[in-house]
């Protein structure tokens, strides 16, 4: 579907892609995460138009569009910000693109209602002006607005970013199933991990101008591929020279484990002998901070109610070499 090939990006002396290869399947949930100034949103600008690289191609069903205008990509576009008319009604914003087509009045009137209602904006909501929407509708309207024109490829910059955590959550299974009921193909940006993992088909991790690991989210999080992809993807823990050796593990690398793969047993001699410092409480889960030698680890169990370890208590932690994932120790 799109197929970026050595995609090079400079701003003068800046390099900000190094060698960018990806290939977006058709229908496919794809998302471009790591933190800010990684290079995701350069990526995006490039597929879109908005910045000609300086080197490589890229490719739309096998077509160079390398050097195509922005406007005849058919690529929809969600800003973070929206980038809407907040003096339009909300119909006019939706119908802004048909109208640069220069559809029929008919056509563009059911096209736009049509949309809506697919994106759950009602007819009331269609004669607002823009401003008088709440942030959730209005992303509804941003959404709207790209998938009138039947876009082959939706592309989406941070769009629940403005966003509180509540709404995001819900907004976030609304685009999922929008995007699954729309079978369209979407590109994602974002630098929240938890959204990355909920949405995506797959995921490519950026860091620093160059793609650390592309593959899905269980790919990304239970076999990290780099160092950073380790750190980066949900919270884990660094084990001190004092646990390695003890696992018998190459001393030339650094070795990590996800919190959830630790197991603790109120039973002696199990592991390694630990004890609880402190706890979080979460709900469906614990955070146990446990002490172990001279490295506290962190620690998620779930939380059945009755099998709770208290600050103080002696615990055996259990770890299994094969949940480990290792990397070489690199300069600098």
């Known amino acids: 579907m799109i197929r970026l090939n050595n995609i090079f990006v400079k701003f003068g002396d800046f390099e900000a892609l190094k060698d960018i290869n990806i290939h977006v399947k058709e229908?496919?949930?794809?998302?471009?995460?790591?933190?800010?100034?990684?290079?995701?949103?350069?990526?995006?600008?490039?597929?879109?138009?908005?910045?000609?690289?300086?080197?490589?191609?890229?490719?739309?069903?096998?077509?160079?569009?390398?050097?195509?205008?922005?406007?005849?990509?058919?690529?929809?576009?969600?800003?973070?910000?929206?980038?809407?008319?907040?003096t339009m009604t909300v119909y006019d914003n939706i119908a802004f693109g048909l109208k640069i087509k220069k559809l029929p009045k008919p056509e563009i009137d059911s096209k736009v209602r049509e949309i809506a209602s697919k994106v759950d904006l009602s007819s009331e909501q269609l004669e607002k002006a823009v401003s008088q929407l709440s942030g959730g509708q209005q992303q509804r309207v941003a959404i709207a607005r790209a998938l009138v024109t039947n876009p082959a490829i939706i592309c989406m910059d941070e769009p629940l970013s403005n966003l509180d955590a509540k709404l995001r959550v819900q907004l976030r299974n609304e685009l999922k199933r929008m995007q699954r009921d729309f079978g369209i193909t979407a590109i994602y940006v974002t630098h929240d991990q938890e959204e990355a993992l909920t949405l995506s088909d797959r995921i490519a991790v950026f860091n620093k101008g160059v793609i650390e690991q592309i593959g899905t989210p269980n790919d990304i999080y239970n076999f990290s591929k780099t160092e950073f992809v380790a750190n980066f993807i949900g919270d884990i823990n660094k084990l001190k020279p004092e646990i390695s050796e003890s696992l018998n593990l190459p001393k030339n690398q650094n070795h990590f484990i996800r919190l959830e793969r630790i197991r603790v047993e109120r039973e002696k001699n199990l592991g390694f002998e630990g004890v609880i410092e402190s706890q979080e409480y979460y709900g469906l889960y614990i955070k146990y901070y446990i002490k172990v030698g001279e490295q506290i680890l962190k620690v998620i169990e779930k939380n059945d109610g009755v099998n709770i370890y208290n600050p103080g208590e002696n615990v055996s932690v259990i770890i299994n070499p094969s949940d480990i994932m290792s990397y070489d120790i690199t300069e600098g």
Do not use: W
């Not at 069903?61 to 929206?82: A, C, W």
């Open 27 to 86: 229908g496919e949930f794809f998302t471009f995460l790591g933190p800010s100034g990684c290079g995701k949103t350069t990526t995006l600008r490039t597929i879109t138009g908005f910045i000609e690289p300086s080197g490589g191609t890229v490719l739309m069903k096998g077509n160079d569009i390398t050097h195509v205008p922005i406007e005849k990509r058919n690529i929809g576009i969600v800003f973070q910000s929206y980038a809407l008319f907040p």
